[in-house]
């Protein structure tokens, strides 16, 4: 069982429109949630962090903790093309542990 | 503050050779965790080095190794290069704890012939 599992998509929705993407992870004890875009040929960025259930937002963007179900979730309010990425959900299970990253689901804002 | 830096940020090298990427964590950043991403298979975790000594080690080969100064500078080695070598490989670092975010750097992309 692959520690952290997303939806490879890719994920098509249109402009102004709301995108939800999906992370599941195995780790129970996993303390720490991130979430980072990624254009073609460049390098992750972070765009959100999470410790605690409940939802977390940050401008359009708003992470959703369910520790319980094991489940995290970013939403895209107001998607733009410039959300067009491959967006990658990261687990940290506590400190000393490397991070965990799901595959990527590639989303695509069409105009 | 500066951000994550890695050099070179191109290379062409053929087969059997070596190979040594450098990166530099953001100032106060003590651990650095190197990643090899292609298009097939992903972001794959190589190793993770803190305060010199390496922490966690991911699923590849001996001929992968790296290293961690005092400055926690990184270097990672790839020795006798194979086609499936070429990927971009990027080195991201964080403080030390879990709760820290990690940051990545531009990465080095790497094409093997």
């Known amino acids: 069982q692959k520690e952290v599992e997303q939806n490879s998509g890719p994920l098509s929705v249109p402009e102004g429109a709301i995108a939800s993407l999906n992370c599941t992870y195995s780790?129970?004890?996993?303390?720490?949630f991130f979430w980072y875009r990624q254009y073609s040929g460049k390098s992750p960025e972070l765009i959100m962090s999470?410790?605690?259930?409940g939802d977390k937002e940050d401008g359009r963007f708003t992470a959703q903790l369910n520790k319980a179900s094991q489940y995290v979730s970013l939403l895209i309010r107001d998607s733009q093309p410039s959300d067009s990425a491959t967006y990658l959900c990261?687990?940290?299970?506590?400190?000393?542990?490397?991070?965990?990253f799901g595959t990527g689901t590639s989303l695509t804002v069409i105009p | 503050k500066a951000g994550v830096t890695q050099t070179p940020r191109y290379l062409i090298k053929t087969r059997g050779q070596q190979v040594t990427l450098s990166c530099s964590p953001i100032?106060?950043?003590?651990?650095v965790s190197w990643y090899q991403q292609t298009p097939g298979q992903g972001l794959q975790f190589l190793f993770e080095?803190?305060?010199?000594?390496?922490?966690n080690k991911g699923n590849f080969p001996g001929r992968f190794s790296g290293r961690q100064f005092s400055n926690s500078r990184s270097e990672m080695n790839v020795s006798t290069l194979e086609l499936g070598d070429s990927a971009l490989y990027l080195c991201?670092?964080?403080?030390?704890?879990?709760?820290?975010?990690?940051?990545f750097g531009p990465g080095t992309r790497l094409t093997v012939l």
């Open positions: 991201a670092s964080r403080r030390q704890g879990a709760a820290d975010t990690q940051y």
């Open positions: 780790d129970r004890v996993s303390q720490s």
């Open positions: 999470i410790y605690s259930n």
């Open positions: 990261a687990v940290n299970p506590n400190t000393g542990n490397q991070f965990y």
């Open positions: 100032s106060g950043h003590r651990s």
């Open positions: 080095y803190f305060s010199e000594t390496q922490r």
